[in-house]
């Protein structure tokens, strides 16, 4: 099929440790399956605020894509 893979993860900075090893789980995943990964962490409550925006879970959205 000719498929290219990429893991992705975003941390949206909302459950602290918990999210950090979500994080850490998903990398060590797609290096035990040879994946390219990217893994990034994106305060979604300070872009909430910036952007005046009133849903946290919009504001979610836009951070992610």
């Known amino acids: 099929m000719g498929l290219d893979l990429h893991v992705a993860h975003l941390d949206h900075d909302f459950r602290g440790k918990e999210a950090q090893d979500d994080a850490a789980f998903v990398e060590t995943m797609a290096k035990k399956l040879n994946l390219p990964a990217t893994i990034e962490q ?4 300070e872009y909430q605020e910036l952007h005046s925006i009133s849903s946290f879970e919009e504001a979610s959205r836009e951070v992610r894509y």
Do not use: H, N, Q
């Open 42 to 45: 994106a305060d979604s409550f």
